[in-house]
């Protein structure tokens, strides 16, 4: 064929290899005002957001983009990797329990959020996706993950009762053998500990008071893997649970609710040292104020809005104040009303208008100069001749260039026969 067509799979055709693009995303005007970006199809708004991202962070300006869809920002975070490798992307994911739920989220989603929102205060993300719906949560501030992070290296002391206090002050829970994030063992002279945020465990091995080594091992077969220098400990859960943070949280009880507060389990677990599922629904009462995901933004940041962010956040308000009215009357569980929880639009608006802003509207109701076009039907036709008839004709008559991108080696191999 006499088209330029570039048949690969995605191991293959690293994003460096594609061609130069117009930019498609406009620059923003500028701190407190907003710029609307061209109708996008497809997988090109995570082509416009790599391009931007890499452009600002060569300035040591990061994005964060907040979707109206959780699958849009998962969806995004992995284009993006793939269009700009460099990138350093992080998604914040959601607890995925409802308001009010008796249960916990699953700690595996809380690591990853602890590892997350770590990196962002450190500036460590060139890109940050996160759901709308997230977005609206009231988190720990900055200086909480700063108090309560810490790190062990090769050929420091260590006093193994004094680690252990600490370890259980930030959450971790002490287990014969450990097998999931925020878990630790001692055995003698061998620490095993499985950070959070991580994405494997580490043994720390003793000589006296000594760390002789830190190593990674497999959580399966428990065999130790390579080496590590050292090793990053984050607190386990995303509120203290010290003697000051359970002071503070039975004084702010107190005041917020009335009654007997030694009538609610939910007080009594908490003045015991026990965490109940669902205190995450609480956790504005561990501290004295609480923070926005804004606040883990640099001052430079930018902020695009992808998709109908609006309608989202008055779906989960709806919901959030329907479940709160439902829920309410049990006095031995008493509810923070959903505005202790989250943030209300006003208030969600007003912490996003210090940054400059991109909006990436979800449906394209134009066309306009820049913007990109979906594809015209281009579907196998199996009882066809040419199954791929349509893809060929397309690739023949338009002047673009053509990427095709493939699962593996074997279906890039059978697609070169059909374009031979």
Request: charged letters at 20%; glycine letters at 6%; hydrophobic letters at 40%.
């Amino acid at each position: 064929m006499n088209s330029p067509l570039n048949l690969s799979s995605s191991r293959l055709a690293p994003a460096a290899s594609l061609p130069t693009l117009p930019r498609l995303l406009p620059q923003p005007p500028g701190v407190n005002r907003k710029a609307v970006a061209p109708p996008l199809m497809g997988s090109s708004d995570a082509l416009a957001l790599a391009q931007y991202a890499t452009s600002a962070a060569e300035r040591g300006e990061p994005i964060a983009v907040v979707c109206a869809e959780a699958l849009a920002a998962q969806r995004l975070a992995e284009e993006i990797a793939w269009f700009a490798p460099g990138l350093r992307v992080a998604t914040l994911p959601d607890w995925e329990t409802l308001p009010y739920d008796h249960f916990s989220p699953h700690q595996d989603l809380v690591s990853e959020r602890l590892a997350t929102l770590y990196r962002a205060s450190r500036g460590e993300c060139d890109v940050l996706l996160v759901a709308a719906t997230t977005a609206l949560y009231r988190f720990a501030p900055p200086s909480y993950l700063a108090a309560f992070t810490f790190f062990l290296a090769q050929g420091e002391r260590l006093d193994v009762d004094a680690l252990r206090s600490q370890l259980a002050l930030g959450g971790y829970q002490h287990v014969t053998q450990v097998v999931a994030a925020g878990e630790f063992s001692v055995r003698g002279g061998l620490i095993d500990l499985f950070p959070m945020g991580s994405a494997l465990p580490y043994r720390i091995d003793l000589f006296d008071e000594e760390i002789e080594s830190i190593k990674s091992f497999d959580v399966d077969s428990q065999r130790t893997l390579y080496p590590v220098p050292n090793v990053r400990l984050l607190p386990a859960r995303e509120f203290p649970q010290d003697d000051a943070a359970r002071t503070r949280f039975r004084g702010r009880f107190r005041e917020l609710f009335e009654g007997d507060p030694s009538k609610s389990a939910l007080y009594r677990d908490i003045s015991n040292g026990v965490t109940p599922g669902g205190i995450e629904y609480y956790l504005p009462l561990f501290f004295d104020v609480t923070a926005t995901l804004a606040e883990y933004f640099p001052a430079n940041a930018t902020v695009a809005i992808h998709g109908d962010v609006g309608a989202a956040i008055e779906r989960f308000w709806q919901d959030t104040e329907s479940r709160y009215r439902l829920l309410r009357g049990d006095p031995a569980r008493p509810l923070l009303p959903p505005h202790e929880l989250f943030l209300p639009v006003d208030e969600f608006n007003g912490v996003l208008k210090p940054f400059a802003r991109i909006e990436l509207p979800e449906t394209p109701a134009r066309l306009a100069e820049g913007a990109t076009q979906a594809l015209p039907p281009l579907q196998v036709d199996r009882r066809a001749g040419d199954p791929l008839h349509a893809l060929k004709r397309f690739a023949t008559s338009t002047r673009e260039r053509v990427l095709i991108v493939v699962d593996g080696l074997g279906r890039r191999e059978t697609m070169q026969q059909y374009f031979a």
